[in-house]
């Protein structure tokens, strides 16, 4: 579907909507947790839907009324569809393998082709099912306490994985992550989840992290807090020249995508050069950023090559039809300073709700088309709505010329 945006400057107040991130956390805390839980301001978006109805597998129900979750115990499930929610399946999996029966996933083919190394080496040596198709993956075996391994420059997912899992279990254990960390504010986030229903986790040093066993967390209420990520995207038409205030933001938060602040402000410097290799998510916005405020070079961001879509590639192609060169290096990203012009050809979204929304926020500046809109229902289907709020004319759905 096809999107027209017409050159605006955004104004107003908008809500940052939940955190998908916290989000997630929350709802399978939850559904660990004995009793009745609620689970207050959800966003319906796509990936969080994944998660809501994957969570059969552990035999709970979530049913959502007016934003708020409540989680009841339900039939359990043994096959679940993730979509194409990468958080819902690295999460779920290590928890599918204390069930003791085959768990299927199924979901779109480019979920699957994105890494689970982490979870295939430890399925290999403890002789666990592990198969793996183009569009599912079926596990089944029984995870014992103990101490695992794994490497910290991969997604943080999979530990935060492991942290659902390792509590319920009925020893003790530990998780040593190889140097270098990355994306530990992602960890630190799962960690503060369960510790709201009463799981206790803590990190030993830098490198390790102690899980006591045999917890048995409790059901509570608990309310999800305001998206770094997505406040970004909202946050960055002040750049272009906008007045936009955003709200429903935790000056506390964990969430490690709320440097994007300190970002912004560098990007107004001479030559900046910024590290993202502990908030891949916030590239594409960055990026759109530097192509407006005059170049950057961005380093650690190996890992935008396997998120939704490959961010680097897809990001290089529609920025180049704005007038605006990049180059792609080992584990960095350059954007050439260069003038922003109105493409003159429709932009792709790519399938990536990030990458829409990056271009929909050039597209204030100079007008144009986006087709795959409809992608930002993956986190924020109420986005495009949010733009028309805060004045900038938008024609979903808009036909050939």
Avoid at 209 to 218: A, C, F, S, W
Avoid at 254 to 268: A, N, S
Wanted: net charge negative.
């Amino acid at each position: 579907m096809i999107a027209r945006i017409y050159p605006g400057k955004a104004s107003g107040t908008a809500a940052a909507p939940p955190s998908k991130s916290m989000a997630h956390r929350l709802l399978i805390a939850a559904a660990l947790s004995e009793g009745e839980s609620t689970v207050q301001n959800l966003a319906l978006s796509e990936d969080i839907l994944a998660t809501a109805d994957c969570l059969r597998i552990l035999g709970r129900r979530l049913s959502i009324e007016n934003g708020t979750g409540v989680l009841e115990t339900g039939e359990a499930i043994q096959e679940a569809h993730v979509r194409e929610s990468g958080s819902t399946l690295r999460f779920l999996i290590p928890l599918a393998l204390t069930l003791g029966h085959p768990v299927t996933f199924t979901g779109a083919k480019r979920l699957f082709e994105r890494p689970l190394s982490v979870y295939e080496e430890i399925a290999k040596e403890k002789g666990f099912r592990f198969e793996r198709q183009e569009d599912r993956l079926t596990v089944c075996g029984t995870l014992q306490p103990g101490t695992y391994r794994i490497r910290g420059d991969i997604s943080s997912q999979f530990v935060s994985g492991l942290l659902f899992a390792l509590p319920g279990l009925a020893g003790d254990s530990r998780i040593e992550l190889i140097p270098p960390v990355e994306s530990r504010p992602y960890i630190d986030m799962t960690m503060q989840a369960l510790s709201l229903f009463g799981v206790r986790t803590c990190w030993q040093d830098d490198f390790s992290i102690v899980v006591p066993g045999r917890q048995h967390p409790k059901g509570r209420a608990v309310t999800v807090e305001g998206d770094y990520s997505n406040a970004a995207f909202l946050d960055v038409l002040n750049l272009f020249g906008g007045t936009v205030q955003v709200t429903g933001l935790n000056r506390d938060s964990l969430q490690g995508d709320r440097i994007y602040e300190e970002y912004f402000k560098r990007l107004q410097e001479e030559d900046p050069v910024i590290d993202i290799r502990d908030c891949p998510d916030l590239g594409p916005v960055l990026f759109a950023a530097a192509a407006v405020m005059g170049g950057a070079r961005f380093t650690g961001t190996e890992r935008l090559r396997i998120k939704e879509s490959d961010r680097l590639a897809c990001m290089q192609e529609e920025l180049a039809r704005f007038g605006i060169q990049t180059e792609i290096g080992d584990n960095t990203f350059t954007v050439c300073p260069g003038t922003l012009k109105a493409p003159k050809e429709r932009l792709c979204g790519h399938n990536d709700h990030r990458i829409v929304m990056a271009l929909a926020s050039l597209l204030t500046l100079t007008g144009g088309e986006i087709e795959g809109w409809e992608a930002v229902r993956k986190s924020w289907p109420d986005y495009f709505t949010v733009l028309t709020k805060l004045g900038i004319e938008v024609e979903r759905n808009a036909v050939d010329q």
